[in-house]
């Protein structure tokens, strides 16, 4: 069956580190997503691709970036980890089309001390 | 400026009932609607949408009926069932009824008491 999987699912790191959690998916999906889940807030889009080499901001992108150098992934990098960052980060995909959808990895649980 | 809303962080209802979760939304240009579902631990799931040229949309329990004049949208299940107890996020689409980015509320904890 096709997927989107995350790793790491939890990591502890410290302030000022560089970051990196990875996303691949298996659905062929031109759509991919990243985005992070704070009490209060619900998700929040970080970083959206549309296709290879195609990158955008979302709505809470500072201190991140990201890259599509293939279909099936991208990977989501902080460049100097901050305790605001401390969160749950989802990424998703979705294909191109009316009345589709998006669909969810299980999230990487990300503590920054 | 939060542009979609669910004013309702929690709803507790019995085994049997109806539940009914509310979304209201400010921007005119969203055209598609969804409803996820999420339990903890896990990456949320997709449940039901709605496109802005149609005001119902059923599947099985669940129900989502749209009001464009008041941007509000709801969610019904009926009967409810103590599996259904999880967090419901509404999210909205302006890209032309395609789900290619999505505006999430901030989620209604939904406890079904059996």
């Known amino acids: 069956d096709a997927e989107i999987t995350q790793s790491p699912r939890h990591k502890i790191t410290e302030t000022g580190r560089q970051v990196t959690l990875a996303c691949h998916q298996t659905?062929?999906?031109?759509?991919m997503f990243w985005y992070r889940q704070d009490l209060g807030h619900g998700l929040r889009l970080i970083h959206y691709?549309?296709?290879?080499?195609?990158?955008n901001k979302g709505e809470v992108s500072d201190g991140y970036s990201v890259s599509r150098s293939n279909t099936e992934d991208l990977p989501l990098t902080l460049e100097s980890a901050a305790s605001s960052q401390t969160s749950v980060y989802f990424c998703?995909?979705?294909?191109?089309?009316?009345?589709?959808?998006?669909?969810f990895g299980e999230g990487s649980w990300l503590t920054v001390v | 400026d939060q542009q979609v809303k669910q004013n309702s962080p929690s709803l507790s209802v019995q085994e049997g009932r109806i539940s009914i979760l509310n979304c209201d939304y400010t921007?005119?240009?969203?055209?598609?609607f969804l409803w996820y579902k999420k339990y903890p631990a896990e990456g949320p799931t997709f449940l039901i949408s709605?496109?802005?040229?149609?005001d119902k949309n059923e599947d099985g329990r669940f129900t989502v009926f749209l009001n464009k004049s008041a941007k509000h949208l709801s969610l019904h299940i009926v009967p409810s069932q103590p599996g259904d107890s999880a967090v419901y996020f509404c999210?909205?689409?302006?890209?032309?009824?395609?789900?290619?980015?999505?505006?999430f509320g901030s989620g209604t904890q939904l406890t079904v008491l059996p």
């Open positions: 921007n005119s240009m969203f055209d598609y």
């Open positions: 998703a995909s979705s294909s191109d089309g009316f009345g589709n959808t998006i669909y």
């Open positions: 709605i496109s802005s040229i149609k």
């Open positions: 659905w062929n999906h031109n759509n």
């Open positions: 691709s549309y296709g290879v080499q195609d990158t």
């Open positions: 999210a909205a689409s302006a890209s032309r009824g395609s789900a290619r980015q999505l505006t």
